[in-house]
Structures are given as C-alpha cells and as structure tokens.
C-alpha cells in the first residue's frame, strides 16, 4: 500500500517566505518529476468533497484511494451541502487539519469548488492532478438533485479547470462507508486502463453499504428527482430570529426505467456520465427561426 502523501506546502492566513531547505526539497522534487518518464509516475489524485475535510466519506475514500495512487484532501472546513458549482469570493483561509498527528487535509473556508480550484492551481503548481475524486457524499445525488449537489459541483469544477473528475454518493444514514469507496478505487483502475473524455463527470450513486444488498451496477442517464421540496414549514425558534421556515423535503418513486434514478431505486450502484456543456442542441435552430432582432 502506497504510504500517504506528505503534505508538501504548509498553508496558513498569510504565505511566508520558505526556507532555504524547503527551496532544496522543492528543487528535488521538480528534478525527479523530470527526470521520471510520465507514464512512470504514479497516479496522483486530488480529493474532495461538500460534507468537510474531517467527515468520515473523505477519509475513508482518501485512504482507499492511496492503495493506488498519490493523495491529497483538500476540502472545505466545514459541511457545505447543497452548494452546487458555488464559489464564496474574496479572499480564502486555507489551513492544515490534524487528528492528533495524523494529517487529514486543508480546509478551505469557501465552497467545495473553490477546494478544488486551489488545490488544483497551487497545490498542483509543480505537480500536476492526473485525477479529483469528490466523495464520499452522505446521500445520493441521482436525478435532478444532481445540479443541487455540492459534490457534483467540486467535480465540474474539475473538468472545468481540465482535469478528469468522478463523484462519489451514497445512500442518505449509511455510516460504512467502504462499498463506496471499494467500488471508486476499481472504478479508478478501470479508467487507468482507458481515458475518460474531456469535460465530463462520472456521477457514482451507491444505494447500500452491503455488497450483497446490491443489485448491481447500472450506467444510465441522468433522469427524474427522487427528491423534491414540497414547500416550507414555519419554525418556532428560541433565538429571536424572524420568519424561519425549514423545507419540507418528499422522497419520490415515479421515474422513467430508463434513468439513474429509477436504477438506484431498484438498488443499483448508478454510474452517470454528466456533460458540463449544459447546451440544448436541438433547440438552437429553432431559436434560429426566431423573428428577433436587436432594437432600433
């Protein structure tokens, strides 16, 4: 099993200037990247997520992940579900977190997107990302929620930046997380083996934390909301704060066979591949047909 990562860039509010003996590990390892061949060097993954750095998802797949590759987590500092392809702006604090001496990641105040932006552009400045693996999600993302999900968004922002990207979800109270992260680590190894194509996101739903529960594995396109709000429910509070309403959330079933939503349902592990050119094509000509103009 490949040993983790050490974090090679200590990251506080402020950049300071390095050492001289941390210019002559930087040296070193620009030298060795060159002077390995690129097919030689070992995978090296960025993984993220939109439930935070220290959650249980991200680091049970980070360890699964490093059988197999080079890792590094960066994620956001905090639970930043329902974020989408966010970014807060301004300027971020991004620092180390630690259990006792174990590193875990750097946390990034902003949103999982921003994560994935910076570690990509700064922590892969001398050494590039082959790969972002944003997961393990506590809850599913097939269907419509998809465009919701702050995991989906850290993957977009992957391809977005160039980078191959895969998303990881499973079933909402699943505490194991090891199925999932078993099944991205193939997933993984399969794709090695191949190329994954330009600007697309492979989205990976997983039902049940039992492999033998599981139906087995369905590539199908994304379709329906198995989850939808029904409307708002206002909330008695004891802070004194005005008008707070919580969403009143309805879990559905009716979906086309054809899709990843109705698969997950009938307890599939759900792989979809998700364009991030959201373009409708056949609508363009018709638009084209259109009697618009600019006014004069």
Known sequence: MARPESPALHITRQFT???????????????LTIATP???RPLRILVTNDDG???AGIQ???????????????APDGNRSGSSHASAGGPLSVREHRDGDQFLGYGVSGFPADAVR??????????????VVSGINQGANVGDVAHLSGTVGAAMEAVYLGVPAIAVSQ?????????????????????????????????????SDVASEIAGVAAVPMGGSYLRTAGYERQ????????????????????SPDTDSHAYDEGFITV?????????????????????????
Do not use: K
């Open 17 to 31: 200037f390095p050492t001289v003996g941390f210019l002559l590990l930087i040296c070193l390892s620009v030298a």
């Open 38 to 40: 690129e097919s030689q």
């Open 53 to 55: 750095v220290e959650s």
């Open 60 to 74: 049970t797949l980070a360890e699964a992940l490093r059988a197999i590759a080079d890792v590094v987590v960066i």
């Open 118 to 131: 910076f570690g990509l552009l700064e922590l892969g400045r001398t050494r590039r990302f082959d790969l």
């Open 171 to 207: 079933e909402t109270g699943l505490i194991n997380y090891q199925v999932s992260a078993a099944f991205t680590v193939s997933l993984v190894e399969e794709w090695t083996r191949r190329s994954m194509p330009e600007r697309v996101v492979l989205s990976v739903n997983v039902p």
């Open 236 to 255: 008695d509070n004891t802070q004194g704060i005005p008008g707070l309403y919580r969403a009143r959330r309805e879990r559905h079933s009716d979906f």
């Open 272 to 296: 979809t591949p998700l364009r991030f050119d959201w373009t409708a094509e056949a609508m363009l000509a018709t638009i084209d047909g259109w009697r618009l103009a600019v006014p004069r």
